[in-house]
Nanobody
Framework: QVQLVESGGGLVHPGGSLRLSCAAS????????MAWFRQTPGKEREFVAG????????YAAGPVKGRFTVSRGNDKNPAYLQMNNLKPEDTAVYYC????????????????????WGQGTQVTVSS
């Protein structure tokens, strides 16, 4: 059974940092396309950042560009999300996602692109 499990969420003050990890089991996601999304109550899941398959070119959504960095890890933890200068509006449940395909750039932000999802980890930014 393929499983993605996020960790590293928590409560942080504005301006603080967190690093989210995505652990994988059941198959290898080394060199796979990976992504991070987030969701708040009543809103659709929102693309945060992604890695393309292979070389791992990275992409970040406008609201987090320059503050969040997605990176490729190892076979056990295929993706990380480093979040710096966190703001209250970053408060959300953060999800790791993966696909065995090779999505084009314009489809990275679509939830339907991604086959595998974690259960999410809560990030709360508050003073």
């Amino acid at each position: 059974q393929v499983q993605l499990v996020e960790s590293g969420g928590g409560l942080v003050h504005p301006g603080g940092s967190l690093r989210l990890s995505c652990a994988a089991s059941g198959r290898s996601f080394t060199n796979s396309a990976m992504a991070w999304f987030r969701q708040t109550p009543g809103k659709e899941r929102e693309f945060v950042a992604g890695l393309k398959r292979g070389m791992g070119t990275t992409y970040a959504a406008g609201p987090v560009k320059g503050r969040f960095t997605v990176s490729r890890g190892n076979d056990k933890n295929p993706a990380y999300l480093q979040m710096n200068n966190l703001k209250p509006e970053d408060t959300a449940v953060y999800y790791c996602a993966a696909t065995s395909g090779s999505p084009i750039v314009s489809s990275l932000g679509l939830a339907s692109t991604w086959e595998y999802w974690g259960q999410g980890t809560q990030v709360t930014v508050s003073s």
